[in-house]
């Protein structure tokens, strides 16, 4: 996801993200999804929560689930939790 974010906003989320950065395999440990097909230059282990707005959503060809079409930042949301996101099933 690339747009929706302000100067201010990327810097904080650059900010918050950096003492996150993990290996694939405890990004794994801590629930996240990792087909063996997708290789990521970066791992974070799952704490900041964004909410986004997307164009569609779709069943993904390389995920067990979705993909977000066209998504855009809209905020931080400081008030959840990463276990509190919407899950595939509340979708």
Not at 31 to 39: A, I, M, Q, S, Y
Not at 47 to 61: C, Y
């Amino acid at each position: 996801m690339g747009s929706g974010f302000s100067k201010e906003q990327l810097a904080s989320l650059a900010q918050q993200l950096r003492p996150l950065v993990c290996s694939r395999e405890e990004a794994g440990r801590q629930g996240v999804v990792l087909p063996r097909e997708v290789k990521m230059d970066v791992y974070f282990q799952p704490r900041v929560v964004l909410e986004v707005k997307a164009a569609s959503v779709s069943q993904s060809p390389l995920y067990q689930g979705v993909s977000l079409r066209f998504p855009r930042f809209l905020r931080f949301r400081e008030d959840k939790q990463a276990k509190d996101v919407t899950s595939l099933e509340d979708l």
